[in-house]
């Protein structure tokens, strides 16, 4: 005659209960609500380098502008409507409205809250600057007069 046992108790289980599962759950959704507004927040640094890269986008498009079709290009920052505009392709950009913009240019090239820099067809421009700041950030576009070359500075503290 054959005899069953009866299979022995186990010692430990496998796995984790409900409650433990909603506890570590409620853990990770407090650190993502605390956390995730920080990532997506744009920073000075972050704005100053987009309000930068569509000001040198359209020097540099306006200045091939010029160079291929024989005719002068502008690209104009309105101060005021914060758009930039590539002339006379009439792409116009809006830029970043937190980013105070100071420019320096010819005297010429100014009407206004318009600032304009103008691309020769020989290579050169009329030369000029667009100082970019947001918090404690300050960033800069920069045009040469005799070359009519981009290019930027990036983005410092400012104390």
């Given at each position: ?39 997506f ?41 914060r ?72 983005p410092?503290?400012?104390?």
């Amino acid at each position: 005659m054959k005899k069953s046992r009866a299979a022995p108790a186990r010692a430990h289980r496998d796995g984790y209960t409900l409650i433990e599962l909603t506890v570590v759950l409620a853990i990770i959704a407090l650190i993502v609500a605390l956390v995730a507004p920080r990532l997506f927040m744009p920073s000075s640094a972050g704005e100053i380098r987009r309000a930068a890269s569509l000001i040198e986008t359209a020097s540099r498009t306006a200045r091939a502008d010029a160079r291929m079709t024989g005719r002068d290009a502008l690209v104009i920052v309105d101060l005021q409507a914060r758009t930039v505009e590539v002339v006379p392709r009439g792409q116009v950009r809006a830029l970043p409205p937190s980013v105070d913009i100071e420019a320096r240019v010819a005297e010429a090239e100014l009407a206004g809250a318009r600032a304009a820099i103008r691309f020769l067809p020989d290579g050169g421009a009329t030369g000029g600057r667009f100082e970019l700041e947001h918090g404690n950030m300050r960033g800069s576009v920069n045009v040469d007069w005799i070359t009519g070359k981009v290019a930027h500075a990036p983005p410092q503290r400012t104390e």
